[in-house]
């Protein structure tokens, strides 16, 4: 929200739970409607097309929440009172280019719900892990400490990002042990006819990866319900589209995977220089099953400790710094 609107928001802000609700509404597994499946069936009078009012209602809900949004950053626009951000940029160029009002929503809306849902989730899957196995969490701090300081003597930067390999395959071991995609993958179509393996098949044939069966298949993967970001420490460890299928495959891979990188790199490296992850022994994490769409409650009990006086004193010191700075500053460090 920062950075496409230039505010910052908390989680039980009404607008970012009508968010949430939005993204729920594009979690329906792929070929539930008979129309995904059987597209004539699209060519019925609309009065016919049963689903339509169920489908329209989420369009409604959608759309709704969008220009609620845009309505909030038109008033400070008026009142000379809104920061510069990506929206302040986007509009105006939108307009010149011809984009529809519900073009440019389904833009901002699109670019707001992937950042805030799949990195929660990203950051919940990290703790969960190291909360369960901290062996891990030793080798890559190790790593921390050795860049950083043992004694915390600064926070980890966008400037540490080739001297910290460890985050790097600690991130792509977070998108294969629990992809935020779906299970199955992202569905995608042959735009031509195509033949493999003897079988041939024609343009427009839907296909799915599979993508839970390759991530946790022991003849791809060691030991794949283990949480071991080693397995990543080769000469492909930056490269995100190795070794895992997390943003995707194909060209249809997330539009907002360099983003989403970024975004993990600074989070996932400084929680684990600053914190320890304990798991309560009364409720184990199940991290099989984590429960990271559910919006309304933590996914697991843990505890989470400072790792020292020194590392609560840079926190402190770091936060209040970043709480002056202007958030094209911020918008600036994650396009880096």
């Not at 701090?141 to 390999?165: M, S, T, Y």
Request: glycine letters at 6%.
């Amino acid at each position: 929200m920062s950075v496409v609107f230039g505010r910052r928001t908390v989680t039980d802000d009404p607008e970012v739970e009508r968010l949430f609700r939005t993204i729920d509404h594009l979690r329906q597994p792929p070929g539930k409607w008979m129309v995904n499946n059987y597209p004539q069936l699209a060519k019925l009078p609309k009065w016919l097309q049963w689903w339509r009012p169920y489908g329209q209602s989420l369009y409604e809900d959608t759309i709704g929440t969008y220009r609620d949004l845009y309505k909030s950053f038109q008033k400070d626009v008026e009142r000379g009172i809104q920061k510069d951000c990506f929206a302040t940029k986007f509009f105006p160029v939108a307009d010149d280019l011809g984009f529809s009002q519900d073009q440019q929503m389904f833009v901002i809306g699109t670019l707001i719900e992937a950042a805030s849902d799949t990195t929660r989730n990203s950051n919940h899957i990290l703790m969960a892990h190291a909360a369960h196995d901290p062996s891990w969490v030793k080798v890559v701090r190790a790593q921390l400490d050795e860049v950083c300081g043992h004694n915390a003597e600064r926070l980890p930067n966008f400037d540490d990002w080739d001297k910290l390999p460890l985050i790097h395959a600690t991130i792509k071991e977070g998108l294969r042990i629990f992809p935020n995609v779906p299970r199955v993958g992202v569905p995608h179509a042959l735009s031509q006819d195509d033949e493999y393996q003897g079988y041939r098949f024609k343009a427009g044939t839907v296909f799915v990866s599979n993508h839970f069966h390759i991530a946790t298949n022991p003849e791809e993967h060691h030991e794949p319900g283990r949480f071991n970001p080693e397995r990543y420490m080769n000469d492909h460890v930056m490269d995100m589209f190795q070794g895992q299928l997390g943003f995707g495959s194909g060209r249809r891979v997330c539009v907002g995977w360099n983003v989403g990188w970024k975004n993990m790199f600074i989070t996932f490296s400084r929680l684990l220089y600053c914190f320890d992850f304990i798991e309560d022994p009364e409720n184990p994490i199940d991290v099989e099953s984590i429960p990271i769409h559910d919006t309304n409650k933590p996914p697991f009990k843990l505890t989470i400790k400072v790792r020292s006086k020194a590392h609560e004193e840079l926190i402190l010191r770091d936060c209040k710094f970043a709480a002056n700075l202007d958030v094209e500053v911020h918008a600036l460090s994650i396009r880096r």
